[in-house]
Every structure is written in C-alpha cells, then in structure tokens.
C-alpha cells in the first residue's frame, strides 16, 4: 500500500510522536505574538521558499480568525532569517497569526523536523495530539479538540 503524501510520508521524515510533549525552543517572535494561555496551539513549520507553506497562509489564516486567541493560537515557525522572513511577510496579503523565528534550528532539530510544511497541535501542557498537513485539520476536527478540553 502506497504512503499517503498527506501525512505517512512526511511522518516518515519528521520525528514528532503523538504524546510528545514540545520543548522550549526560545522563539523569536516577530509578528502577532501568541496569548501564553491559548488552550490548542498549532505550531505550522514552514519556509519562505515552500509553495505549500505560502498557499497556506489563507487557510491559516482563517483557523486562527475564526477562534478566540484565549482559544487557539496558530504559531507559524521557520528557521530562516528575520531579515528574509520580513520581506516575504510584506509580499503577501496579512497574516494574522504568529510568526516566529527557530534561531538555530532549536525546535526543528528537536523535534526531527526535515520536511515542510509540517503542522503539530499541542494542548495546553504543550503535549503533540495531532500532527501532519494543514490541509487534513479541518475545523471539525480542531473543534473536536477544543471540546475535548485538550
């Protein structure tokens, strides 16, 4: 059986484990910073010169405006420079969820990460409950999250 592109494939490359929980990476926020006591927070691994990553932006976009902050916070996260990051960001239309800078690639070595886009959702302890595309995290799916109380 073929590995779905979705989120076989990219699990094979990217060693985030359900049950994980984040360490503390000391990004560098350089827009929106995120409400410290969101109960979800989506942490979207991606760079500047990822197609995916930039159609992305309005789907992000909408998961972060449709819930309160105090409910869920969307934190973009990329390893590139502050100064490329800032140009790209003025490109394209707003975006209004985190960005944050990985100086050192803390969190994406951490983490494993080596393949983008990348999405893990954590609950309020900072623990991985879901991980893989973007595009697979549906609101119903976000929702069931939410309701959960994770």
Not at 134 to 143: P, Q
């Amino acid at each position: 059986m073929p590995l779905s592109v979705s989120a076989n494939l990219l699990d094979f490359f990217n060693g985030v484990k359900i049950g994980q929980v984040l360490p503390s990476a000391g990004l560098k926020y350089i827009l929106n910073p995120p409400d410290p006591n969101a109960r979800i927070t989506l942490v979207y691994f991606w760079g500047t010169w990822c197609g995916p990553c930039r159609e992305a932006v309005p789907s992000l976009n909408a998961l972060q405006a449709d819930r309160g902050a105090r409910e869920f916070a969307v934190v973009a996260v990329t390893d590139e420079s502050e100064t490329d990051v800032a140009e790209f960001l003025k490109r394209i239309p707003p975006v209004k969820y985190s960005v944050a800078l990985d100086d050192g690639r803390k969190l994406f070595d951490s983490l494993k990460i080596r393949a983008l886009p990348y999405a893990v959702l954590l609950d309020k302890e900072r623990k991985v409950i879901w991980r893989g595309q973007i595009k697979d995290l549906d609101s119903g799916k976000l929702d069931k999250f939410l309701s959960n109380g994770r």
